[in-house]
């Protein structure tokens, strides 16, 4: 494996916690290009305090000139300004918000992206070992919630700041012992805000991790619908969402109590603070050392002055609930992918497509053994070698190398002579195309999905490729031929369809190099063998590396290569390696006995073995590959109503 690739196995740990600032470090890089808008947007929310402001000390004049003497002169002037301030403060206001959310959206937008992109280049099994589900709630709430901390809460952080410390100013200005006697107060809000952080924060984790459990559960429950409908498992599932809803149920219900039971403390506080205020200044008024509307403005100020200073408080709380999103969307972007593009390209034009496999080994990140040892072959250009063994032996793994989807840990896997580290990542997958064993289709029309081989592709291009495939005549009576819309989960194509459509969409991509990975497992034998000849079409003057366990393709091979626990063990054209009568004359043995057990299904349970008729064409074909010919006779090769058997009976794979 290459030096960048450092891969623990990050599934087996509990997602690390981090400090408020640490996490706000990490993500505040994205905001670059948004950080003078998110100062507009300060400077809005300022000159709407100021309005504010300036609105109490109107108020305050009102009360003193206009309402206590009575006299409609004295109102009109203030009035006037009032209004005036009013309107301007509501169009900044207004303003302010707006950019807000323009640039709050855009953050949201960025991180999502950033995060999407990180989680597209992670390797194969970072998928494996973790929930889907899990991810999807990683890449929506959680990304909204470091918004939250990020931007809304810097904002709101800086504006609560400057609101508190104006009002505070304001309210020293009018009366500094006043204020100061009630400011005494102030820290009971800090002390109430401390006390509640550690247990938001624990119940907002709690809540994040249950959310992505939630949706795992339904995302895995409907992709396995038929199994739930087919063994009634309803019930099982329903248990299963219910433990994790349960769960959710708690944290939501302890978050709001919390939430609650913290916003209540500061309205008890609150309503000390003002008594305190009224108290103080009913006993002034008395002296004759204040005015009724210096005393209303006092007290407007202190009305004013609550909200940011509350809002400082519980900006504390949201930013330490942000802080458990924060740690999930950490946990994924610091898995490294285990392949990046090289330092310095390698300069090559189109390559021959000569493939080597230079001693490697390789070891998935966090497992025991290593799944290939000291693995070495060469595929000359148009060749087509199959790669076959028993299951696990290492066959995918070898594919996977070939993408690079990892990089070996010793050896190299060369094209043309160039390590596969010294191409792009895209130029090298434009070079070696992969068939999945799956096949993979894109939520969009048929003519996207095959045009996904080459984009901008002509439809002309599409459709020779779709007639090459053996797909244009199912293609064209589709209800919209080739703008008929598909998806992975849609019944509308068959299993042989879909892979003739994936067919379509390598012959179009082009690439010298091919890899197939059990291009026919999953399908039946009929449709099997329709996608024999468009798999021909493909291979064509391609290197090809077929990886199957189906050795009815195998007679085709310029080389077969048996691999088994990640070693090759043979070698050889498919007829040298039957006569060696050795792990592949086993295997393929073993692949028609599969065959027969099938047949064996069928058969009524005799009390005595039926009569044998005779085995000749398969005396044949084994003397043919130089095997003696053993018939079985407690195993026989035709049904008692005289079908054979063999399914290739009529001649191996009459499509080929
Ligand atoms: N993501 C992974 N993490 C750890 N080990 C893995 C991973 N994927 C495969 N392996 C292991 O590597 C070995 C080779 O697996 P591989 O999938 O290449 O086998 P295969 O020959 O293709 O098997 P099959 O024919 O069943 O698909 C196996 O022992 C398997 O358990």
Redesign the pocket.
């Known amino acids: 494996m290459g030096e960048e690739s450092i891969e623990a196995d990050e599934s087996e740990h509990e997602t690390p916690t981090i400090p408020a600032r640490t996490a706000f470090r990490r993500f505040w890089p994205l905001a670059k290009g948004i950080r003078k808008w998110l100062l507009v947007v300060w400077i809005c929310t300022v000159l709407a305090a100021l309005a504010e402001t300036e609105a109490i000390l109107l108020f305050s004049e009102l009360t003193d000139h206009a309402l206590q003497k009575g006299s409609l002169t004295a109102f009109w002037s203030p009035a006037g300004q009032w209004l005036a301030i009013a309107i301007a403060g509501a169009i900044v206001a207004y303003a302010g918000n707006s950019l807000a959310a323009w640039v709050t959206e855009r953050f949201v937008m960025r991180l999502r992206e950033h995060v999407f992109d990180h989680v597209q280049q992670l390797p194969?099994?970072f998928f494996?070992?973790h929930r889907q589900g899990d991810l999807l709630s990683r890449l929506t709430g959680d990304v909204e919630a470091i918004e939250t901390m990020v931007v809304s809460g810097l904002v709101g952080a800086a504006s609560a700041a400057f609101s508190a410390l104006f009002y505070a100013v304001a309210a020293f200005w009018l009366r500094w012992d006043l204020a100061a006697a009630t400011f005494v107060l102030a820290p009971l809000f800090w002390l109430a805000a401390r006390r509640f952080s550690g247990s938001i924060k624990d119940v907002s984790r709690e809540g994040r991790v249950v959310d992505g459990a939630i949706t795992s559960v339904v995302e895995e429950s409907l992709g396995n619908i038929v199994l739930t409908q087919a063994y009634d498992r309803r019930d099982a599932e329903r248990r299963r969402l219910r433990e994790e809803a349960s769960a959710w149920f708690r944290a939501s219900v302890r978050s709001t109590r919390l939430n609650e039971a913290y916003e209540q403390l500061v309205q008890v506080i609150e309503t000390v603070c003002v008594l305190a205020v009224i108290g103080i200044g009913a006993w002034e008024i008395s002296t004759g050392r204040m005015t009724l509307g210096r005393l209303l403005a006092f007290a407007a100020f202190l009305g004013y002055l609550y909200p940011p200073v509350r809002g400082l408080a519980q900006l504390g709380l949201t930013v330490t609930a942000a802080t458990a999103g924060a740690e999930r969307l950490i946990e994924i972007l610091d898995v490294r992918p285990s392949v990046t593009d090289p330092r310095r390209a390698t300069e090559t034009g189109r390559p021959d497509g000569t493939i080597e496999v230079r001693g490697v080994t390789f070891r998935?990140?966090?497992?025991e053994?290593t799944?290939?040892e000291d693995l070495s072959f060469t595929v000359s250009p148009g060749e087509l070698v199959i790669v076959t063994?028993?299951?696990?032996?290492?066959?995918?793994?070898?594919s996977?190398l070939l993408l690079r989807f990892y990089d070996p840990d010793s050896g190299d896997v060369l094209l043309d002579g160039v390590p596969l580290r010294d191409f792009p990542l895209a130029r090298l997958r434009a070079y070696v195309t992969l068939l999945p064993?799956e096949t993979l289709v894109l939520h969009d029309t048929v003519r996207a999905n095959i045009a996904c081989g080459r984009p901008g592709a002509s439809d002309q291009a599409i459709e020779e490729a779709a007639r090459a495939a053996d797909a244009h005549d199912f293609i064209v009576r589709l209800p919209d031929g080739y703008d008929t819309r598909v998806d992975p989960n849609s019944a509308r194509l068959s299993g042989g369809q879909l892979q003739r459509l994936a067919i379509a969409r390598a012959i179009l991509r082009d690439a010298p190099v091919l890899v197939l990975d059990?291009p026919t497992t999953g399908l039946d034998a009929m449709a099997a063998r329709r996608v024999v000849k468009p798999l021909r079409r493909l291979m064509a003057g391609r290197t090809t590396i077929m990886?199957t366990?189906d050795l009815n393709l195998a007679p085709d091979a310029d080389r077969v290569l048996v691999?088994d626990r990640?070693r090759i063990v043979e070698t050889g054209r498919h007829d040298e390696l039957l006569a060696r009568g050795g792990a592949y004359a086993r295997l393929h043995r073993s692949q028609n006995n599969a065959v027969m057990d099938t047949g064996e299904l069928r058969m009524p349970l005799w009390e005595e073995a039926p009569p044998q008729p005779p085995h000749q064409q398969y005396r044949s074909t084994y003397e043919a590959y130089g095997s003696p010919y053993e018939p079985s006779a407690e195993m026989p090769s035709y049904l008692p109503d005289g079908r054979p058997l063999f399914r290739d009976a009529q001649g191996a794979w009459p499509g080929m």
């Open positions: 194969p099994h494996q070992r998935y990140p966090g497992a053994r799944a290939l063994g028993p299951s696990g032996a290492g066959k995918s793994t070898v996977k064993q059990e990886i366990h691999v990640g």
